[in-house]
Every structure is written in structure tokens, then in C-alpha cells.
């Protein structure tokens, strides 16, 4: 599989924004939305794949875990 360096990823979720600043994985660019929310801007590299993949594996996590409690 080839990375197009040139892809970018954008969200608003602070705690995604937070993750991703936890492992080193930082933002090219921010702006404010229409409706006043921080979107940040991030380049997609193999590295930030392997952050963004560890990050829905822990959102799965917690979602199973609630499931069964």
C-alpha cells in the first residue's frame, strides 16, 4: 500500500487533538469551523495511521467494556 503524502486528516475532537499530541503526532495547520469549533489539520504519514489505528482500538475497547458492565 502506498501513502499519498499529500492526504490530510481534520478533526475537531479535543481528545483525538490530545492523543495524537501524546504520541508525537502534531497538527500542520488549525482554523476555526463555520460554527466556531478549533479543526485541526494533520498530514497523513504511516505514523500517524499506526497512532490513528491504536486510537479506535481503544475506543472499541472502552465501548466493549461498557457494553458488558
Same mark, same amino acid.
Given at each position: 500500500?502506498?501513502? $499519498?503524502? $499529500? ?5 475537531? $475532537? =479535543?481528545? #483525538?487533538? $490530545?492523543? #495524537? %499530541?501524546? @504520541? ?6 488549525? %482554523?476555526?469551523? @463555520? ?14 495511521? @499506526?497512532?490513528?489505528?491504536? %486510537?479506535? %482500538?481503544? #475506543?472499541?475497547? =472502552?465501548?466493549?467494556?461498557? #457494553?458488558?458492565?
Amino acid at each position: 500500500m502506498t501513502e $499519498n503524502m $499529500n492526504r490530510t486528516f481534520e478533526t475537531t $475532537n =479535543r481528545e #483525538l487533538e $490530545n492523543f #495524537l %499530541y501524546a @504520541h508525537d503526532i502534531f497538527y500542520t495547520r488549525w %482554523y476555526k469551523s @463555520h460554527d466556531f469549533l478549533t479543526t485541526w489539520v494533520y498530514e497523513v504519514t504511516p505514523e500517524f495511521q @499506526h497512532v490513528i489505528n491504536e %486510537y479506535s %482500538y481503544v #475506543l472499541e475497547r =472502552r465501548r466493549q467494556r461498557k #457494553l458488558s458492565a
